[in-house]
């Protein structure tokens, strides 16, 4: 994480010296945000903090904004099974990794009985967890099959996900009885703790399913509760024998016990009042308290908790209480490329279902070396595999490959180890069909004399009549590691021949060209493709292992992630400049992947309280209002509280935007002369691109 603490400096002009009041404060850089808040997607142990419900307006335009950049990917911990070769442009599901996970894989997932009495009698029904998983679907995608990946993702390899793909469900093994049950009088209550969260089913059918959402809390006489839905502070009054008096966000109203009622947009239900006659002060109500008390929900609608508009989880409801029926959730964003408007995830990142309750994690890709392997043209003298200082070519025009090892680089012909290999058109114009592909290798060994030439390991016949073509012969292997890479020169049909890297997964063709036509005068490999054309698309391309499916990878401008691992190193930069930079693993990649349940997520949203609570354990807060009606903002800013008016610090009609740290914690202060004002300084944070140790707006 970044050190977001900075020597404090004033204000501005009309505001006072905030450094000469805030004692141990420090300033942060407002440029860090949304950090310190929000790091790698997630909440970092955060509460929006107000003094007086008429900042509630305020708090949500920021809550809005921090929310936006939640993205909720990066866990820790958990319990699961992992596969640690899950092959690249390949599915997730194999080994370890089955189309449905329960609890003999993933140990925090549930299989056990519920008793529950149905109106007929009390019974015992057996249920479990499952995490689902599309065969086929969810799959690892490279920049081979992305060409965007590393452009708009930064990444060489994803795991993509779509609609249905990744799902959990809540299954019942037997009948529990029909759906009308739940709604009878006489059954008990039907409580399912779906992705570890308890709901009450109040009733159902074939594709829906009606819960409770607004937990009990007991509340005592001037207790306050912030609604976390809409931001808006519910406070307890009075109590009285058979009512409450109820504050919400300044509207007052009297309900009566067991009713519910709609105040100021948040629902009330008042579950039992516990009234003491001799010491009312002490009586008590137990409430529900949210947007919805209670909600139907179909097949398909948005989970509790997401975007009605854009869901990344639905429900999937099929027949519940029925042998083999289910409710759950299914992923409901299509995460199908770098493009995407949801992308997938990268390394490190997971797919988290809701509570945090599961996730797919893509834990890394293979711990391996790479080693470089460069090709490119230069002019050369060529030596025969003899002790003699002569050339048998001079200034020969040849392919060099070089690698970063001795014996990276191993020839057919009498098994050669070098560091360098050398390609040589030896073209014959009277009697073509005795032209040849010579191969020489860096005498690094010193067998010949003088040492570390360009010495013959073989040449290789091909018809070049131009009649024929398409002869292919083995020249050499690249042995890098536990990686060997078959290299296989292939004579071309008319004008050019092409260099095959098999890596038992795919071909890589690299196209040479120059002066190697049948009707040419000299041998020449000069320069890559057809022609010297530097858009030509057949300079570079990539076919299966069966050297089908051809496909030019010579305009990436990125590195190119192969399914073995190969990198095939900007494509486009280097054959624009004559080399190409080819990176070979010591072994072949894979990806980790794991299932998991039980994990620890980021903070999916802030916490928001008011500043009668206590903030000691947060570790960052984001302040709303000035220090006349919050007492914790007063606190950072060195303040007693309440400071009104010039005693605040703050002109009138103006507010200030700053970060500032104490005692461990680090504070964004969005505090205005008055409600306006602070509304106006929210709306500038949510705005983003803020630079500065603090800002007056």
């Known amino acids: 994480m970044k050190n977001f603490v900075r020597k404090i400096a004033a204000v501005s002009a009309g505001v006072v010296m905030l450094g000469t009041t805030l004692g141990a404060a420090v300033a942060a850089d407002l440029e860090d945000l949304p950090g310190p808040m929000i790091d790698s997607g997630s909440y970092v142990n955060t509460a929006m903090v107000i003094g007086s419900t008429e900042d509630s307006a305020a708090r949500t335009t920021l809550k809005t904004y921090f929310d936006g950049l939640v993205t909720e990917t990066d866990i820790s911990g958990g319990e699961g099974v992992s596969e640690d ?23 925090g997932l549930m299989d056990d009985t519920i008793t529950w009495d149905n109106g007929s009698g009390s019974d015992s029904y057996n249920v479990h967890e499952e995490i689902n998983i599309t065969d086929g679907e969810m799959r690892l995608k490279t920049t081979y099959t992305d060409n965007k990946l590393n452009e708009e993702l930064g990444s060489n390899a994803v795991i993509i996900n779509g609609p249905g793909d990744l799902a959990y469900y809540y299954v019942f093994e037997e009948t529990f009885g029909d759906c009308a049950a739940v709604a009878d009088s006489d059954s008990d209550t039907l409580s399912l703790t779906i992705l570890g969260k308890d709901y009450e089913v109040s009733s159902c059918d074939d594709d829906s399913i009606t819960v409770t959402l607004a937990a009990k809390r007991s509340m005592s006489i001037g207790e306050a509760y912030t609604d976390p839905e809409t931001g808006k502070v519910v406070t307890l009054n009075d109590v009285f024998e058979d009512s409450i008096e109820i504050d919400v966000a300044g509207e007052v109203e009297v309900v009566d016990d067991n009713a519910t009622e709609k105040i100021n947009g948040v629902r009330i239900k008042v579950e039992s009042v516990g009234y003491h006659s001799t010491t009312p002060e002490t009586s008590k109500a137990v409430l529900r308290i949210g947007e919805d008390i209670t909600k139907t929900y179909d097949d398909g609608d948005e989970f509790v908790g997401e975007d009605e508009d854009d869901p990344q989880w639905t429900w999937a409801i099929s027949h519940p209480l029925e042998a083999s029926g289910y409710v759950g959730v299914e992923y409901a964003w299509s995460s199908s490329g770098a493009t995407s408007d949801h992308p997938p995830i990268g390394e490190g990142e997971s797919y988290v279902f809701p509570n945090s309750f599961a996730a797919v994690k893509f834990d890394k890709l293979s711990d ?20 003699t200082s002569t ?39 009277t009697t073509p069909w005795t032209t040849q592909l010579g191969v020489y290798y860096k005498d690094l060994d010193e067998d010949y004399t003088p040492a570390n030439k360009a010495r013959l390991a073989g040449n290789f016949s091909f018809n070049s009549s131009g009649t024929g073509g398409g002869s292919v012969h083995k020249i050499m292997t690249f042995d890098i590691g536990d990686t060997d890479i078959q290299v296989d020169y292939e004579s071309g049909f008319a004008s050019y021949g092409f260099l095959l890297l098999n890596d038992t997964k795919n071909v890589t063709r690299i196209a040479l060209g120059g002066s190697t036509t049948p009707s040419g005068t000299a041998g020449a490999f000069e320069y890559f493709g057809t022609t010297t054309d530097a858009d030509d698309t057949t300079d570079l391309s990539v076919s299966n292992s069966a050297g089908t499916g051809n496909s030019s990878i010579a305009g990436n401008d990125y590195d190119t992630l192969l399914p073995w691992g190969v990198i095939v190193n900007q494509p486009e930069d280097g054959l624009d400049s004559d080399y190409v930079t ?68 703050i002109a009138q009609d ?15 202060i969005v505090a205005g002369w008055e409600k306006a004002d602070t509304q106006r300084a929210a709306t500038e944070v949510a705005a983003g691109d803020l630079t500065g140790e603090d800002m007056i707006v």
């Open 582 to 649: 080819i990176s070979i693993p010591d072994d072949q990649v894979y990806a980790e992947v794991s299932v998991l349940a039980e994990v620890s997520g980021g903070m999916a949203e802030a916490d928001l309280i008011t500043a009668s609570e206590d903030t000691a354990d947060y570790d960052n807060l984001v302040l709303v209002g000035g220090p006349c009606v919050n007492s914790v903002t007063a606190e950072f800013m060195g303040l007693t509280f309440p400071a009104c008016e010039a005693a605040s610090g």
């Open 654 to 668: 103006k507010a200030i935007i700053q970060m500032v740290e104490l005692d461990g914690q680090t504070a964004l």
């Open 368 to 387: 391996v070396t790479y080693e470089d392997i460069t090709f490119d043209f230069v002019d050369l003298d060529l030596y025969p595999a003899t002790d």
């Open 85 to 107: 070769e899950v092959g690249l442009d390949n599915d997730i599901v194999t080994g370890s990794i089955t189309v449905g996970l329960s609890d003999n894989k993933i140990p």
């Open 391 to 429: 050339p048998s070519t001079s200034s020969a025009k040849v392919l060099r490959i070089v690698a970063e090892n001795d014996e990276s680089l191993v020839t057919i012909n009498g098994s050669r180890e070098s560091d360098t290999a050398y390609l040589y058109y030896d073209y014959s114009p």
